[in-house]
């Protein structure tokens, strides 16, 4: 018998302790994603995880750190292009927020390791906007369940989560 993919990205990410994330809550766990996608066999059996979730589109847009890697190996895996979306665009040279290709008028799935209230990829996802990507769905490898799919179907933004918090603490998938 396999263990489950969520056993093994649990046993492999989740931490315990005080921890502060990058929404400002304090949490007591903390999963840290770098973990897994350091390892390149989990890494890959997540990144396979969220290619079956994806929707008919043109780009994969890797988010700024963690998404990078896994929208790489996604690109890998379908042939779609990619692009890395920073936090806020440059302020030097090309000023782009996404590195690597064009967005504008593209079908555009933004990819991301872990969402807790999903405040960075409303910022990121209106950055693609404005520059006339056409995004309406988010992809990441775990949902905290902490808000974020709420606050991104707010903004017409929809999150499919290759796995959940829940499902972590349980070993299955959501």
Known sequence: MTTSLAHRVYEACHLTGSFRLRSGQVS?????KYLFEGQPGLLREVAESMVALLPKCDVLAGMEMGGIPIAT??????????????KQAK???????????????????????VVTTGGALLS???????????????????????????????ESLRLRA????????????S
Request: hydrophobic share 35%; aromatic share 4%; proline share 4%.
């Open 73 to 86: 190996v996604m690109s890998q895996l379908t042939g779609l292009p990619t692009v890395f979306v920073r």
């Open 162 to 173: 290759a796995l959940t918090r829940r499902g972590l603490e349980s070993g299955s998938p």
């Open 28 to 32: 007591t766990e903390y999963f840290d």
């Open 91 to 113: 302020e030097y040279g090309t000023g782009k927020a996404a590195e690597g290709g064009p967005v504008d008028g593209l079908r555009v799935v933004v990819i991301e390791d």
């Open 124 to 154: 990121s996802c209106r950055q693609l906007r404005a520059g006339g990507a056409l995004v309406e769905t988010v992809v990441c490898a775990i949902d905290r369940e902490q808000g974020g799919r709420e606050n991104l179907a707010a």
